[in-house]
């Protein structure tokens, strides 16, 4: 038995060198005489593809798939046994009779085969591997390229090339998109896809199973309506077809020399990549959802949601939020009503709305012919009829689609987007200019109301000795509080009032007369937040509304005094939770706590108005409300960017020793990156219950980052856990939290994830890549900063500022 599969594998082997050799004569197409085996391939006429046996990642498993030839990643574009892998290298591809291809493992089953899409019996198939990448079956004599009967482009994987197209053929029936690896190991089908659907007027989606995770609209002539960047790029020319025969979406690169493709990632984000020859990697140039405001209908019904905007959702004109509770609290699902009731028999009118990503069509009536003048006209007829708008907008613009019932999932662009026309109620339009004059009064009073609270906080000023900050005017809409006011509010800072203190100063609770409660930050005269920290802190708090971030009320300046007013957070922060072992937190609190800290730092990384890095980001720095909801607090090392620039360099280092990334302690260099690591940080401190730079073990001198990537290499991350977490149906989630920690804190910050992957990673269960060295994993005793803080009081919590040595 032994020696006879001894001489099979030899007997293989043999075959396999044999069949290597001949690669100098490399041909493009195979017939019913030649089958592939594992080791042998097919090369497209101009070496642009190439298809064999291949094993992805770290698989073990062998599949038959297409991938570029010319680059030094192995990117398979298709696979064939997508679904049942060979287990070793006895494979074969075969042509069969009439025109069908399969693949049988070494046992002689079939593990995979085509389904002849065209009822053409072909009597000498071939199957040529194209320059396209397109794997075609065809009568061995017939060249016209186009009379196959069957072709790889009609089941794509996870990749969409040009020239392939997805979307519905109507005459040979077949509807093909892409869908997503199940992970970068295993190209099984994953539970994502992207394609055309075809309910109303066809669109562009991302989903999952039935689900719409991004919409990226109808094509409007030139792009898709949700896809500004489509538009006249660089990169490629799409192209859309839809009419009797087919629905289609396909697109040609503009420089043909170019290597570039759109990829749907097994975590759900689609991304158009670019091979990059200099650094030997796939650089992406589009991807999507890239933010908030790309998940479906975020903002409900009849809102739209605005990336510029803090918070991003707002109402169209002429409505308002139907739940302004929920609403305010960032809890947009419940959308927005009409503020005036549609009255069809007196006559409704429209308002146009400009720049939009036009709402989900999946109910729309269209016409391609009609005018907007004729499609007004047709919407005034039907009193469900909603909006309408052109349905392609070059030139003039023409045809005609409409909407019934509610305008779900739109999306306002800067300066992209085309125009939709809402019904109103012609109320709403005739008492435009009634409303305007209401609406100017109001405006009087108001400027005339604060022109007097002004005048009367300048003369309270003048007695009281409190000055305004004076930089710009950002800062000057947030109330100034009066200093005796809040002196009474804390019992004139007693000790029992109390909250903490740190190298910044104290904070103490208030109740104001009104019987608000609320936290003042009482910055000490030598505290390393200057004045410049101070306005830093106002300035760039002052814009911010996010359900995980602290809510600032009002501050105050006089003499040497500076203060800032927060909400009050009866909780206190992280630290007092997670490091203290008298109140544990069960394992669900703490997930929920480390997936609102990583929503409030996406929210300062891209979706407010300015990018800010908060650079101080630690346990005593989360603050807890009522329910455990954590609020990210002090912002008073903060950088706000333009949001363009993504990485800055200081001589000035701040931030707390023990969540601070290599490369921002050594170089001086900050980026969102920075804040990832903190954040890693964080996530392994609530999965311990320990603090990165107390952290001791009798084994080793690492710290926490160290011992965990330690336990993580040894697979015994559990061991990591505060033994106070019942483990019990929670491993899966605490095993993945830890490995999503040790991603964050990677020594390098360009193999660390963004925030919004984090935020993806945590709440699904896509595969995660292995990460890999922490920074900082090196016996802390050789670093200087040791020595540096020892001379302070309290070593770890403090806040420090360094000057880089450079
Ligand atoms: C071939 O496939 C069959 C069915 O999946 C399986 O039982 C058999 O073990 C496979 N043989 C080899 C050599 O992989
Ligand atoms: C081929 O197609 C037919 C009809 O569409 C289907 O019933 C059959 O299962 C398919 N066979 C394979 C191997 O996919
Ligand atoms: C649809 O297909 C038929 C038959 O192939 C062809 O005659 C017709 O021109 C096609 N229509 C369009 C709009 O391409
Ligand atoms: C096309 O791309 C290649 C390499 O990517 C570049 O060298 C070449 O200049 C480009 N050609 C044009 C016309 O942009
Ligand atoms: C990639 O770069 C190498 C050298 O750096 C060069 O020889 C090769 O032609 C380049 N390939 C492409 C496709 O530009
Ligand atoms: C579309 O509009 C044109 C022009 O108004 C009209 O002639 C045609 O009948 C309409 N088609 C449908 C299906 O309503
Ligand atoms: C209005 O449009 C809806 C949706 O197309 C349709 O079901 C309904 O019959 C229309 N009503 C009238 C009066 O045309």
């Not at 043909?256 to 991304?271: D, E, F, N, R, W």
């Amino acid at each position: 038995m032994g020696s006879r599969r001894a001489s099979i594998s030899f007997s293989i082997s043999l075959m396999l060198i044999i069949l290597t050799i001949p690669d100098g004569n490399a041909i493009d197409t195979m017939d019913m005489a030649m089958p592939i085996r594992d080791g042998k391939t097919l090369l497209s006429s101009r070496g642009k593809f190439e298809l064999g046996f291949f094993r992805p990642g770290s698989s073990n498993n062998r599949y038959v798939g297409i991938w570029y030839k010319k680059i030094s990643l192995l990117t398979a574009v298709w696979v064939a046994n997508r679904e049942i892998p060979l287990v070793d290298s006895s494979g074969v591809l075969k042509i069969t009779d009439p025109g069908i291809l399969v693949l049988i493992n070494g046992s002689g089953h079939v593990i995979w085969s085509t389904n002849s899409s065209r009822s053409t019996w072909v009597k000498n198939p071939v199957a040529q591997l194209l320059d396209s990448g397109n794997l075609v079956v065809r009568e061995k004599n017939d060249e016209n390229p186009d009379n196959f009967v069957w072709q790889s482009f009609d089941y794509p994987s996870d990749i969409h090339l040009p020239g392939m197209k997805l979307g519905w053929d109507l005459v040979t029936g077949i509807d093909s998109h892409i869908t997503s690896w199940e992970s970068s190991d295993d190209p099984s089908p994953g539970r994502y896809n992207y394609g055309i659907d075809h309910h109303g007027y066809p669109q562009l989606f991302l989903t999952t199973g039935s689900v719409v995770q991004c919409r990226f609209g109808p094509w409007n002539g030139v792009r898709f309506s949700g896809i500004p960047g489509m538009n006249a790029n660089p990169i490629f020319t799409p192209w859309f077809v839809f009419n009797q025969n087919q629905t289609s979406y396909a697109y040609e690169l503009r420089n043909s020399s170019m290597i570039s493709h759109a990829v749907l990632k097994p975590y759900g984000q689609i991304q158009r990549v670019i091979w990059n020859n200099l650094t030997q990697e796939w650089d992406i140039y589009l991807a999507a959802p890239a933010d908030s405001c790309d998940t479906y209908a975020i903002c409900g019904a009849f809102g739209s949601c605005n990336i510029a905007n803090s918070p991003g959702c707002g109402c169209l004109k002429g409505f308002t939020p139907k739940s302004p509770k929920d609403w305010d609290s960032g809890d947009w699902s419940d959308g927005c009503v009409r503020l005036t009731q549609l009255d069809c028999k007196s006559g409704d009118g429209f308002i146009k709305n400009s720049n939009v990503k036009l709402p989900d069509t999946r109910h729309s009536w269209y016409n391609k012919s009609m005018t907007l003048n004729e499609c007004q006209r047709l919407c005034l007829q039907n009193c469900s009829c909603t909006a309408y708008s052109n349905l392609d907008v070059r030139g003039e613009g023409s045809g005609c689609l409409l909407w019934f019932n509610d305008l779900i999932d739109i999306r306002i662009f800067d300066d992209f987007g085309q125009d939709l026309y809402v019904r109103m109620a012609s109320s709403e339009l005739a008492g435009k200019k009634q409303s305007r004059i209401i609406v100017s009064t109001v405006l009087t009073a108001v400027v005339l109301l604060s022109i007097a609270i002004t005048l009367y906080f300048k003369k309270r000023r003048k007695k009281k000795g409190c000055d305004m900050v004076d930089n710009g005017n950002e800062e000057s809409e947030f109330p100034l509080l009066d200093f005796t006011e809040i002196a009474q509010a804390t019992g004139n800072f007693s000790d029992g009032n109390m909250l903490g203190k740190g190298g910044f100063g104290r904070v103490y609770k208030g109740i104001l007369k009104g019987g608000q409660e609320i936290a003042v930050k009482r910055l000490s005269k030598e505290s390393a937040q200057g004045l410049d920290e101070f306005k830093n802190e106002v300035i760039c708090i002052a814009k911010l509304q996010h359900r995980n971030l602290v809510k600032l009320l009002g501050y105050c300046i006089q003499a040497e005094e500076r203060m800032l007013i927060y909400e009050y957070m009866p909780n206190k922060s992280l630290d007092h939770f997670i490091f203290d072992q008298t109140m544990p937190l069960d394992w669900p609190k703490r997930f929920h706590i480390l997936n609102g800290i990583a929503r409030g730092i996406l929210y300062l990384h891209q979706d407010s108005r300015l990018r800010i890095i908060h650079r101080d980001l630690k346990a005593s720095n989360i603050l807890l409300d009522h329910d455990l909801n954590p609020k990210i607090s002090d912002f008073g090392m903060a950088r706000c960017f333009d949001g363009n620039e993504f990485e800055a360099n200081t001589r000035r280092v701040v931030g707390t020793y023990g969540y601070m990334s290599p490369e921002y302690v050594i170089d001086g260099i900050f980026s969102t990156k920075s804040d990832v690591f903190s954040f890693g940080v964080l996530v392994l401190e609530i999965v311990s219950g320990k603090r990165n730079t107390r952290f001791q073990h009798p084994d080793h001198h690492h710290n926490l980052l160290g011992h965990a990537w330690r336990l993580y290499k040894k697979g015994e991350s559990l061991k990591l856990v505060d033994p106070s977490v019942n483990l019990l149906n929670n491993t899966s989630q605490i095993l993945r939290s830890i490995h999503i920690g040790l991603l964050c804190v990677q020594q390098f910050p360009e193999d660390r994830p963004s925030m919004s992957v984090v935020v993806v990673m945590l709440s699904s269960d896509c595969e995660l890549p292995h990460p890999k060295q922490p920074g900082f994993f090196i016996p802390r005793n050789l670093w200087q900063i040791d020595s540096i803080l020892s001379k302070t009081e309290s070593v770890n919590e403090i806040t420090i500022t360094l000057v880089a040595s450079r």
